[in-house]
């Protein structure tokens, strides 16, 4: 056995979402062979991949299928990809930037954004949770976090806001910086500039994923926020009531429009059901079943999952403990499909087009 036969035997495995081998992709490391002992690297593009058995079970087969007796090891690594060639001096070392947006309020935008962060970041990614909305922040709630202020730092000369860290996420919201009660007066071009401010002036390190929790609706502030923060790509949160729906198209419209040029990268369907604690295997359908998967089916968009209505995720946000932190075992389930989705919907946009563009309009 060589290295060529190796690589030769690993040219035969197939990256599931980016549709070319495991050696023309350059994922095949390390390869070390001493008699049968076969083992190599595999170089992920998310730490949360979901398809990592199923990659690792294809190699071990497709070596034993030129050297039966092989005793194959597959370890893992990941270096996260990127498409980012634009302004770099915004958020210059977070890779990817996720917006998380709803055409409606209450449709649990800011549950998604959070135990979504809190999902990605279980696999070893590096993690960061930006709560935008500054009528309606909820960081400082969800994480249990009230109260406390950010640190400032010096950077080259310029203050910078550190960001708090929790359950190991980095988070920011304009709730930690200022009054509670003094956000919701904000209005046009004050929310924009307090926007803009908290996009350049917080300091988040290396981040492999940043998720924005994006405010309600598609105004101004929107169009301001897509054309300031290169966005990666959105995820829709919607309900699969009717009127959900509605303003999850507006949602989706806005993102239609050539000015954006934001991918998006898929719905996802919160409330789909209602489970009982003590049944846990019921599921009502209270608002109404699968409208988010039709919606995605009709604008052609990945459906992403269905987060299920239980109490769990509810008592979570209001104890500042995140379901994904606690012990409830199917919801975590579901926020973790969910996850494994948006990060393959991310890792097959960066293969596939070109580098986010965004408007200089700092400044
Ligand atoms: N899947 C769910 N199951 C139970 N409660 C939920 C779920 N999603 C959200 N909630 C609750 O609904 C309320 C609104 O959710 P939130 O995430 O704040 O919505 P938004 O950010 O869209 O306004 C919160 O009290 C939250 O805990
Ligand atoms: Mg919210």
New binding site residues.
């Given amino acids: 056995m060589t290295k060529e036969k190796v690589l030769e035997a690993l040219s035969t495995v197939q990256e599931p979402d980016l549709g070319k081998d495991l050696v023309t992709l350059n994922m095949i490391r390390d390869i070390v062979i001493e008699k049968y002992y076969i083992s190599f690297t595999v170089v992920l593009t998310t730490p949360a991949c979901p398809v990592k058995d199923l990659i690792k079970n294809n190699c071990i087969e497709a070596v034993k299928k030129v050297v039966p007796e092989a005793v194959v090891k597959v370890t893992f690594t990941s270096d996260t990809t990127t498409k980012r060639t634009d302004a770099r001096d915004i958020l210059p070392k977070v890779k990817n930037i996720i917006a998380v947006v709803?055409g409606?309020?209450?449709?649990?935008?800011?549950?998604?954004?959070?135990n979504l962060a809190l999902a990605i970041a279980k696999d070893g990614a590096r993690v960061g949770l930006m709560d935008a909305?500054i009528y309606?922040p909820?960081v400082p709630i969800?994480f249990g976090v009230r109260g406390e202020r950010p640190l400032m730092m010096d950077l080259n000369g310029k203050g910078m806001i550190v960001p708090l860290e929790k359950y190991g996420i980095k988070l920011i919201s304009i709730g930690l910086l200022v009054d509670e009660k003094n956000a919701v007066v904000w209005r046009g071009p004050m929310a924009s500039s307090a926007i803009k401010q908290f996009v350049t002036d917080v300091y988040w390190d290396e981040l492999d994923y940043l998720i924005v929790?994006m405010p309600?609706g598609t105004g101004d502030i929107h169009l301001t926020l897509m054309q300031t923060v290169p966005v990666t790509g959105a995820v829709i949160?919607t309900t699969p009531q009717d009127v959900a729906l509605a303003d999850a198209r507006k949602g989706i419209a806005m993102f239609g429009q050539a000015q954006l040029n934001v991918p998006v990268l898929g719905l996802v369907e919160?409330?789909?059901y209602f489970t009982p604690a003590e049944l846990p295997d019921n599921k009502y359908y209270i608002f109404g079943k699968e409208g988010g998967k039709r919606l995605a089916d009709e604008y052609d968009l990945p459906f992403l999952g269905q987060?299920?209505?239980?109490?769990?995720?509810?008592?979570?946000?209001?104890k500042g403990t995140p379901v994904m932190m606690g012990t409830d075992e199917i919801?975590k389930k579901a926020f973790s499909d969910f996850a494994g989705h948006v990060v393959r919907s991310i890792s097959m946009r960066n293969a596939n087009m070109s580098a986010v563009e965004v408007e200089r309009v700092l400044d």
Avoid at 105 to 112: A, I, L, N, P
Avoid at 307 to 318: A, F, K, M, N, S
């Fill in positions: 709803s409606k309020g209450g449709v649990g935008k800011s549950t998604v954004a959070a909305d309606g909820s969800m929790d309600p949160v919160n409330m789909s987060i299920p209505l239980v109490q769990t995720i509810r008592e979570g946000g209001d919801s």
